[in-house]
């Protein structure tokens, strides 16, 4: 049996209302650094965190969005987003950041890891991770 | 004079919107600040609670709390009127006194 588990990250609040977004952010990047297979999923108000344009200049609080886009970079293969939590809030994946990926030594390029699934297929995803983390 | 109502949480995580449309009367005012902005966009599953208190009441959304979310001007609810911080204290002081919704 490998060392390595199946992470799954899941994110369920908006950015700046509360620290969750934030926090979640943070474990990732660390766990990312000990070399697991690190997952993320944005259900409920969690897609927000992944809309583009933030602009927190007005209300003092650091803009932490660019940072979605560099966890490619990261290791991070998998950014999963909930389609019926997107539709029910008028959005669509053209609103969301674009992730690449790129894997060092084979050289295997993804445009974008940025990926919206359905319901089956998320619970079919949590099922098969080793350990979720909730935010 | 009537009150002013705040709104400071999502419209699809907590019922402090529902409960705020509930029970302020007609001639009241609602801003919508911090993740409460959220409720201030059309084409949402939560739109039609914001145009229906539109009717008799006015609604406001804090700018620097909409734009920090990364969201467009144009997706706002029409009739809904953006403040900024300068804004809200107008609202305050135009008002008997501030009810908010936590």
């Known amino acids: 049996m490998s060392d390595k588990k199946q992470f799954m990250f899941l994110n369920r609040r908006a950015p700046y209302g509360t620290i969750y977004a934030w926090e979640s952010l943070e474990v990732v990047l660390i766990a990312a650094a000990f070399e697991q297979a690190v997952s993320l999923a944005f259900i409920d108000d969690g897609v927000y965190q992944l809309v583009t344009g933030q602009d927190t200049t007005g209300i003092g609080m650091k803009n932490f969005s660019p940072t979605y886009k560099t966890l490619g970079d990261y290791e991070v293969r998998h950014m999963y987003v909930d389609k019926d939590s997107l539709e029910a809030r008028g959005l669509s994946v053209d609103d969301l950041v674009v992730v690449p990926w790129e894997d060092w030594e084979t050289e295997e390029t993804v445009d974008n890891i940025v990926e919206v699934v359905d319901s089956a297929k998320l619970a079919e995803l949590l099922e098969e991770s080793d350990v979720v983390f909730s935010f | 004079m009537s009150d002013l109502h705040t709104v400071n949480k999502s ?39 914001i145009t229906g208190a539109l009717a008799d009441r006015k609604v406001y959304v804090l700018e620097p709390d909409f734009r920090a979310r990364g969201l467009k001007a144009d997706r706002l609810i029409e009739g809904v009127e953006m403040v900024d911080y300068a804004g809200f204290v107008d609202l305050v002081d135009a008002c008997s006194k501030v009810q908010a919704w936590v």
């Open chain 2, 11 to 49: 419209p699809f995580e907590k019922n402090s919107l529902d409960t705020c449309l509930r029970l302020s009367k007609a001639g009241s005012s609602i801003l919508l600040y911090e993740d409460g902005v959220y409720a201030a966009l059309a084409g949402t599953s939560a739109s039609e609670k």
